[in-house]
């Protein structure tokens, strides 16, 4: 019996030790927490970075500076040396060149009117540096209210001249695209024509003489270009203190200009194309002391003037040289009268009579 019972206890054991083994051998779960594997169609290996970060880069990321392609570029090559000043000029003319000339302006005549259909040049500048002067020329029109644009142009500067028949248009006056201008459809740049009248005979007076510098006066006749004792359109003095001077030292001076039937009136206008009605001051005095902040030994102004009691209008440029030494000072007369008593002052040089001894 014993027999029997060691037999029993030894297939109960090896039954117990089979559970065991097979229990350990099942992976275990907890309740609502199914097992996770890996998913490795999601995974992505990676690379640790090399000790030379260097040979990861490409040739072509490293900016050949011997062939720069922007500024930056250019400006590094030329510290280094491997551009010359020439080449680094041209490349900033270049890179100038691609910038935008937008531009909005409106032609107005003297009145303030819209001059409408006028013609509109624009020269685009190119490479001023060269000494050819290369630009290209676009034309565009005036609308209904004198407005015009170019859009689209790219270049280093704009030149800008309106033009149409029976007007005129003097290109000393604003004529370029300002360099810091932004541009804005409602504030467009405005150019003044002057709508022409029709001119009329004019008398061209040059007349270059020695002045006292004593304070002597000297009368001129501007209709024949002479010096008078008498009368005249015109008279001058000059003094300067002392009246030998030093050059190049400052001295106290004055000059004065008397109209004796009429009077002078300083031209501020775009156009000297018409003597104003009134306004004229029968003498003008230039005072120049010595300590005079800016002083200058010489002067040049332009005038309109008033003759004759009202029959005689006109513009006249004064221009004084004080300093010559020994004296007399050098002064020098530029006029245009229109004698038949007209304020028109518009000039056609094919009915101008010369008269005087400048060739100025």
């Keep these: 019996m014993k027999k029997y019972a060691y ?6 054991l090896v039954f117990l030790l089979l559970a065991i083994w097979c229990f350990r051998k099942t992976p275990v779960s907890t309740p609502n927490q199914p097992a996770i594997t890996p998913n490795v169609t999601n995974y992505v290996a990676t690379t640790s970075p090399t000790s030379n970060p ?26 280094r040396g491997l551009i010359d000043k020439d080449q680094l000029r041209r490349l900033i003319i270049t890179e100038r060149s691609k910038q935008s000339l937008d531009f909005y302006g409106k032609v107005i005549d003297q009145y303030g009117q819209a001059v409408v259909g006028a013609k509109v040049k624009g020269d685009v500048e190119l490479d001023p540096g060269t000494g050819y002067g290369k630009s290209e020329t676009y034309y565009t029109e005036t609308d209904a209210e004198g407005r015009f644009s170019f859009i689209g142009l790219h270049g280093l500067g704009l030149g800008i001249w309106p033009q149409k028949q029976g007007y005129d248009y003097d290109l000393k006056l604003p004529s370029r695209r300002p360099d810091n201008y932004q541009p804005d459809l409602n504030n467009p740049v405005f150019f003044t024509m002057w709508k022409l009248k029709g001119a009329e005979p004019m008398v061209h007076s040059q007349i270059e003489v020695g002045i006292p510098c004593d ?6 006749d501007l209709l024949t270009g002479h010096r008078v004792e008498n009368g005249g359109d015109l008279t001058v003095s000059f003094s300067r203190d002392p009246v030998n001077i030093v050059r190049g030292k400052h001295f106290d ?30 003498d003008v005095v230039i005072d120049m002391p010595a300590d005079t902040n800016g002083w200058s030994s010489s002067f040049r102004e332009s005038y309109y003037l008033e003759s004759r009691d009202g029959k005689v209008f006109g513009r006249v440029t004064v221009h004084l040289t004080g300093d010559y030494e020994p004296p007399p000072a050098h002064f020098e007369i530029d006029a245009y009268l229109n004698p038949g008593g007209s304020h028109n002052l518009e000039i056609d040089q094919s009915r101008v009579t010369r008269v005087g001894n400048g060739n100025f």
């Design 253 to 282: 001076w004055k000059l004065v200009l008397d109209v004796p039937q009429g009077g002078l009136f300083e031209i501020t206008d775009l156009y000297p194309n018409e003597a104003p009605a009134e306004g004229y001051h029968p």
């Design 7 to 12: 037999i029993w206890i030894g297939v109960v």
């Design 215 to 220: 304070g002597t006066q000297r009368k001129f």
């Design 54 to 79: 260097a040979k990861n880069i490409t040739s072509q990321s490293v900016p050949n500076l011997s062939n720069p392609t922007n500024l930056a570029e250019a400006y590094k090559a030329y510290d």
